[in-house]
């Protein structure tokens, strides 16, 4: 069945995080709970450092891909103006696993983790629908962004990646990323991959999948 891709918009924020939750399991954002992947989608859809794209397919969405020009100022942004519906999500996660309050003071320091570089985007989240992997969408939201990245002027793409999430590593590999450094975030190692955007990479015509 044919895909579209569109950009991300306020009304795919629900779907995301679900999507979130249920590509990243066991990760520190997703530990935090649905009310707070929730808020922090909706704060990227809002937010004029956030773009991205969703792949639709009969009015259902398969696919997402978001990514920010400054994430730590993302962040910001969250607990600004959405931090009065995280206190009760978060406060709860604290409780439940006091380890959480090392994982959020690490989180305030992870732009100084991944160091990124004027010019550079970050793609934040990148993920299909379960039953939908290996058919081409990761590939179109992942050039997608690229692509979108470039429009608005930005000379690489960023991105972090848990190194024990083999298939997401094999993944941004294949799309032609370079390691620049390793990093350890939350008690796991984490990959930064940078692209920069030379359109001599394979894969950057496709944006459109059946
Ligand atoms: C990484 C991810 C986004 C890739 O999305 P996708 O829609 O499967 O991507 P594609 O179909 O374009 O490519 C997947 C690759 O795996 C292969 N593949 C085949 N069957 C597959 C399957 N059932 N599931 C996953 N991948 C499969 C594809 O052939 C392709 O390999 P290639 O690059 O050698 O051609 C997806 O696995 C995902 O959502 N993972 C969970 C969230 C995540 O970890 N995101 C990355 C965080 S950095």
């Known amino acids: 069945m044919a895909y579209e891709i569109i950009a991300y918009q306020p009304e795919h924020a629900a779907v995301a995080a679900e ?35 969703v792949a639709v397919e009969s009015a259902e969405v398969v696919g997402v891909v978001t990514g920010a020009v400054d994430s730590g100022a993302v962040f910001k942004e969250l607990v600004l103006k959405r931090g009065h519906r995280l206190i009760l999500p978060v406060l709860g996660s604290v409780v439940r696993r006091p380890a959480q309050i090392a994982r959020i003071v690490q989180t305030l320091f992870y732009p100084s983790q991944i160091k990124p570089e004027p010019g550079e985007t970050e793609m934040l989240f990148l993920s299909s629908r379960e039953d939908r992997r290996g058919q081409g969408i990761g590939h179109a939201l992942y050039w997608a962004f690229c692509e979108g990245s470039r429009q608005r002027g930005y000379s690489q793409v960023g991105l972090s990646v ?48 059946s």
């Open 19 to 53: 999507l979130h939750a249920a590509g990243q399991p066991g990760t520190f954002l997703t530990s935090l709970g649905p009310a707070f992947l929730r808020a922090l989608y909706e704060q990227m859809a809002e937010s004029a450092l956030c773009f991205g794209y």
């Open 162 to 209: 848990d190194v024990s999430n083999a298939h997401a590593v094999r993944f941004h590999e294949r799309q032609g990323m370079h390691l620049v450094r390793e990093f350890r975030i939350y008690g796991r190692t984490f990959r930064w991959y940078v692209l920069p955007l030379t359109w001599e990479s394979p894969g950057h015509e496709t944006h459109q999948g």
